[in-house]
């Protein structure tokens, strides 16, 4: 792409301080080139950011710290993009871009994760501010984090979907009190999150007042399409890893490995065309409800092939290398051994809309079969038994 020769031509990545080059590439358009204009883009089509990217990657180009900020740049900028106004753009765009601010996502609460709607975490006015109270869970990477998106209540008087608002929030402001939450991995990749007293301006409010529902399911489904959605080659991911372990490791192979191995080959395959197929869909609009199918089928296939790698390695498998307790700054779900695999795997089927709820989003919305009985929808949030 002549767009970018240009602009390495003039922005040697050798000689140029790593935080100026992605800057400037930011301000070049050639950030995300879906984009519009001076918000990191050049409003091409989304198919071309590959190719953009992997001629950066060569032209030794740094990075900006994508694996730490995966709910920034795959969640709270295609939100913001879409609800922010003129200054919210200006203002963290781009140093979420360049992995100067990294995000994370204050959704979940001990109250209300597959039922987001039931959020209980209270935002109430004062004067140009909002002060913040309440609790929330399993905020993964809020350790790292300089900000988050956040869905709180702000009317109670009205029922669940109606009383919610969306904002960006400060992870600076003394209020907001991080805490780890070990897993079943040893590692403490999330937290519980305390909210006492945070305040945040009325200008970090993202979209009206009331309208936080709308805004969070713009957010999640982009969150399925990041996390069960991205272009892959075949063999990617988790079916390259256990087919190169059986290509390696002849004398584990067993006539019912086999079988098994060639079904979930299968299944990769279908899932990655698929995947090319939804991305195709993506160039021409916002992710809908098909990122559901998606993410629901990368989190079954990944956890059948995490245990076909156990299965295959017998008793090495059960090899553990780490089990401290670490803040990891990323999921190294590759660099590390089976073990940690076969165990983290178990959260793809919660994370990002647990399988049972994905399932339900797919039968009414894709498949337009008749809705789940919801009997607390049409009553105030405060009248809703808890
Ligand atoms: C690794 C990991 C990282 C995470 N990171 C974040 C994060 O960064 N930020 C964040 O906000 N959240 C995060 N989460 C939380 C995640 O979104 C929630 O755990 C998830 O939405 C499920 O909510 P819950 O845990 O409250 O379970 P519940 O909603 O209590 O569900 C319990 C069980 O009941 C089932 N169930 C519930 N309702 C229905 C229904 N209507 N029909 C059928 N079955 C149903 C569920 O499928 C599940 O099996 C993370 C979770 C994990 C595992």
């Known amino acids: 792409?002549?767009?970018?020769?240009?602009?390495?031509?003039?922005?040697?990545?050798?000689?140029?301080?790593?935080?100026?080059?992605?800057?400037?590439?930011?301000?070049?358009?050639?950030?995300?080139?879906?984009?519009p204009v001076g918000r990191g883009g050049l409003g091409l089509s989304r198919s071309l950011q590959p190719e953009v990217d992997r001629l950066f990657a060569?032209?030794?180009?740094?990075?900006?710290?994508?694996?730490?900020?995966?709910?920034?740049?795959?969640?709270?900028?295609?939100?913001?993009?879409?609800?922010?106004?003129?200054?919210?753009l200006d203002r963290y765009l781009r140093p979420l871009w360049t992995g100067e601010e990294i995000w994370c996502q204050l959704f979940s609460e001990p109250g209300a994760g597959s039922d987001l709607a039931a959020v209980a975490t209270r935002a109430v006015r004062d004067g140009d501010d909002w002060v913040v109270n309440g609790q929330k869970v399993w905020t993964s990477g809020a350790h790292n984090a300089r900000m988050a998106i956040l869905v709180a209540r702000t009317d109670g008087d009205v029922p669940k979907h109606r009383g919610l608002t969306y904002f960006l929030c400060d992870m600076t402001d003394p209020g907001v009190d991080v805490r780890p939450l070990r897993q079943i991995t040893g590692e403490a990749e999330f937290n519980e999150v305390f909210l006492t007293d945070v305040r945040i301006p009325d200008s970090q409010r993202l979209g009206a007042i009331g309208q936080g529902w709308e805004v969070a399911n713009a957010t999640l489904n982009n969150e399925r399409v990041a996390i069960g959605g991205r272009a892959a080659r075949r063999e990617d991911g988790m079916i390259g890893v256990v087919a190169q372990t059986w290509r390696d490791r002849p004398e584990l192979r067993t006539s019912e490995l086999h079988g098994e191995l060639l079904r979930l080959w299968v299944d990769a395959e279908v899932a990655r065309v698929t995947g090319v197929r939804l991305g195709q869909k993506l160039a021409s609009g916002q992710p809908g409800p098909e990122g559901a199918a998606m993410k629901l089928s990368f989190a079954r296939i990944n956890q059948k092939l995490s245990g076909l790698e156990l299965e295959i390695l017998g008793a090495e498998g059960l090899r553990y290398s780490d089990w401290t307790m670490v803040r990891p700054e990323r999921v190294d779900f590759f660099g590390r051994d089976a073990g940690y695999r076969y165990l983290r795997a178990k959260g793809n089927s919660i994370e990002g809309g647990t399988s049972e709820i994905l399932r339900n989003i797919v039968a009414e919305r894709v498949l337009g079969l008749p809705p789940e009985h919801r009997v607390d929808k049409d009553i105030p949030w405060k009248d809703v038994p808890r």
Do not use: C
């Open 1 to 35: 792409m002549k767009a970018v020769a240009d602009f390495l031509a003039a922005h040697d990545p050798s000689t140029t301080d790593p935080a100026e080059f992605l800057r400037a590439r930011y301000d070049a358009g050639l950030a995300w080139v879906s984009y």
């Open 58 to 88: 060569e032209a030794g180009a740094p990075g900006n710290r994508s694996e730490v900020n995966g709910i920034g740049l795959g969640m709270a900028a295609p939100t913001i993009l879409r609800y922010g106004t003129a200054a919210q």
